[in-house]
């Protein structure tokens, strides 16, 4: 795979074409993530089609389906029949001159609009869920959304301008996952502090459940639910019930201890989790073995997005003018890259949803920063 030259559009795309039809074009797939950041799909597509497409058009319409909406008007796609390869009207395969591009459903909730109409007081407590249970639907749940995550869209010329007016709609699937992992941390500390009757005791007990299911996650390699669940314990409101974390058991205690200082490893190098190097030469074979080893694994997006927003921060997209930076591509190609790897390893999972707990996770209704707040100074007064 050639490396892109310092310059402008014509040269950065000619540069990510394999030669020929044989080359791996894996490093192709993973610049399809970054080139929004300095050109237009219709322009960069220009450029392409002046080079080997034969493999390059499908991987394109496959893996970055959003590029081609609204259609585009771009006269190099017209398609020019070749004389004498036109076969008679009687002969030719329906729709062979058309190519439409159709976006998945989405997935259908396993709430019926009655089963939507419980109240929250009508749910059951999380303890009626195993650990093992609850970690795999999590788990379940992050692997989908996580190998739905378009790379481009955590780009940091791209992120970083989600709280931008009119921008409300910006990166749907990295919108998704960040969604996902707020209501698993909102519901450890619902869970913890939502029922009024509960006593310190209680309290205690539902956290060391959630400690259990943390573990379960990080043997599962779902490094994104255990994060959650390990900072929603860490958090303010939870953290400050003293009379609450004396009653938790000494095991789970050091259980809690443990797990965090493994987080603050495995978030920053997910990949140690399924022995593959992020210096990997060759993402191809590391791509195979992910699929051969059938390890699952799930990162801490968060982590992915902060690398990338301090690398667009900490370099120009130009330099001299108008030369586009290829340095700073290539650094946000081995990032893309390496979500890729990890992507591969997130479809290896084979948990079937549990319809009990999936209604249970969709109905519970997490409490607000202020909520929170104002139930645990509730339950343990701040000292005066």
């Known amino acids: 795979m050639p490396i892109p030259q310092p310059g402008t559009r014509e040269p950065l795309a000619q540069s990510v074409v394999p030669v020929s039809q044989g080359e791996t074009i894996f490093s192709f797939t993973t610049f399809l993530a970054s080139y929004l950041g300095f050109a237009t799909t219709p322009q960069f597509l220009e450029q392409l089609l002046g080079s080997t497409l034969s493999s390059i058009s499908v991987t394109w319409t496959h893996q970055c389906t959003e590029d081609f909406y609204p259609p585009l008007n771009i006269p190099s796609l017209k398609l020019k029949p070749e004389p004498g390869l036109i076969p008679a009207p009687e002969e030719r395969p329906p729709s062979v001159m058309t190519l439409e591009l159709q976006l998945a ?67 749907p699937t990295v919108r998704a996952t960040i969604s996902q992992f707020n209501k698993v941390a909102g519901c450890v500390i619902t869970t913890c502090l ?54 938790v058991s000494r095991k789970c205690s050091k259980h809690f201890k443990d797990l965090c200082g493994k987080d603050k490893v495995l978030i920053r190098d997910p990949l140690i989790k399924v022995g593959t190097s992020k210096l990997e030469k060759n993402p191809q074979r590391a791509q195979m073995r992910l699929r051969k080893q059938k ?50 390893a997130a479809s290896n999972y084979r948990f079937q949803h549990e319809q009990q707990f999936q209604m249970w996770f969709q109905l519970l209704e997490g409490l607000s920063e202020k909520e929170s707040y104002h139930l645990s100074c509730q339950l343990e007064p701040p000292s005066q």
Not at 225 to 236: G, M, P, R, V, W
Not at 301 to 324: C, H, K, P, R, S
Request: charged share 25%; hydrophobic share 40%; glycine share 4%.
């Open 295 to 344: 390890k699952g694994v799930v990162p801490f997006l968060g982590t992915f997005l902060t690398d990338l927003q301090m690398l667009d921060a900490a370099m120009e997209e130009y330099v001299d003018g108008n030369v586009i930076n290829t340095k700073k591509k290539m650094k946000e190609v081995k990032v893309l890259q390496e979500m890729q790897l990890l992507q591969v």
């Open 105 to 171: 459903p989405e997935a259908t909730s396993v709430c019926t609009e009655t089963e939507k109409s419980k109240t929250k007081e009508q749910l059951p407590s999380v303890m009626m869920f195993s650990p093992k249970l609850v970690a795999e639907q999590l788990t379940l749940k992050d692997s989908e959304l996580f190998c739905k995550v378009a790379p481009f869209e955590c780009l940091g010329s791209i992120w970083s301008q989600r709280n931008k007016k009119g921008k409300e709609n910006l990166a």
């Open 194 to 247: 939502g029922d009024h009757s509960m006593n310190a005791q209680d309290r205690a007990k539902t956290m060391e459940h959630w400690i259990k299911v943390a573990r379960e996650c990080l043997g599962l390699g779902n490094f994104s639910s255990s994060h959650a669940i390990l900072s929603a314990l860490e958090s303010f409101p939870l953290h400050r019930l003293r009379k609450t974390w004396r009653a």
